[in-house]
């Protein structure tokens, strides 16, 4: 197994979580347990960490590099169920949970599972093998408006509408099954003159990832459910890597904080608000400028922190 990445923001995160080492902890994209081998060395023996991932194979590599830790728990699952899933458990709270979003360390560095855009390998990019909808299917199968408007709205592109028009020219003649073949329809779609912010498949890549994992549309009600799973003072650490995914833990974590509309003169509420908790971080925590260097998949990291209160 390869681990050639290092966590993104990682001691940002354990601070973050404020670990107990008697507590709960939840780490919902395990991924290859970069995150999760320094929250376990900081509990006891009497602490618990659930891993929980989508991706199978990422989850039996976590238990390979975890084995000598004997309180660890293993869930082949979605961290948006997250509630039936402490409920199968047992358990009612936790004392904190961490979402590393996007793409892992581990996927990128297994070529063949097509998330990568070096290299020549079929196109799949699902976390969950077990699922049905693949990126090949996404390519070959959605329309030309379908495609321009997700390489657009989740890849941030803009030459999404020659992309998506190059793509359904090519597969008239042939079923794109590979990576490569993806890479050069767009390197052709965007003029050489604008292929100097990175990798030109870059974006269009992320944009199908997204689509197959359905990584967005849920995401805010994911939130809402974290934190409901949480004890008093209990944390949620969110770490996103594209705008839409950022857009949606704020407002999450904005509506669980509540707002009073009262009049300020009033002396107290009677407008009802309710809260769930506080923001830690009024601006999301980013990589600084060494690790930025150190590990380019840093670079448009950010941090958001939530703390439960007592009820």
């Given at each position: 197994m390869k681990f050639e990445h290092k966590p993104v923001l990682l001691q940002d995160c354990i601070e973050?979580?404020?670990?107990?080492?008697?507590?709960?902890?939840?780490?919902?994209?395990?991924?290859?347990?970069?995150?999760?081998?320094?929250?376990?060395?900081?509990?006891?023996?009497n602490g618990t960490l659930i891993g929980i991932d989508r991706d199978e194979e990422a989850l039996n590599a976590s238990k390979e590099r975890l084995s000598e830790y004997k309180n660890v728990t293993y869930i082949h699952d979605n961290h948006d169920n997250i509630k039936e899933i402490l409920q199968k458990l047992e358990i009612n709270q936790v004392n904190g949970i961490l979402l590393d979003l996007g793409v892992s360390s581990y996927q990128l560095d297994e070529r063949n599972r097509g998330f990568s855009y070096l290299g020549e390998n079929e196109l799949d990019m699902r976390m969950d093998k077990s699922q049905e909808l693949t990126a090949k299917t996404v390519v070959n199968e959605y329309s030309e408006k379908e495609l321009a408007n997700i390489i657009y709205e989740y890849g941030e592109e803009r030459f999404s509408k020659q992309i998506a028009k190059n793509i359904c020219n090519y597969r008239k003649q042939n079923i794109i099954k590979t990576t490569k073949e993806l890479v050069d329809i767009i390197a052709k779609s965007i003029p050489k003159s604008k292929q100097n912010d990175g990798h030109p498949a870059k974006r269009t890549f992320q944009a199908i990832r997204i689509e197959v994992n359905n990584e967005i549309k849920p995401l805010y009600n994911t939130v809402k459910n974290c934190i409901d799973c949480l004890k008093p003072k209990g944390r949620l650490c969110i770490i996103t890597f594209h705008s839409l995914e950022d857009r949606a833990v704020k407002n999450a974590y904005i509506e669980a904080k509540g707002k009073c509309t009262c009049p300020s003169d009033l002396p107290y509420c009677v407008c009802g608000a309710k809260t769930l908790g506080k923001i830690i971080t009024k601006k999301p925590i980013i990589a600084t400028k060494e690790e930025q260097e150190e590990n380019s998949r840093s670079k448009s990291a950010k941090l958001r922190i939530f703390e439960k209160i007592e009820n």
């Open positions: 973050g979580l404020q670990i107990k080492p008697t507590g709960i902890y939840v780490d919902g994209t395990m991924g290859g347990a970069g995150h999760s081998i320094e929250i376990i060395n900081k509990l006891s023996h």
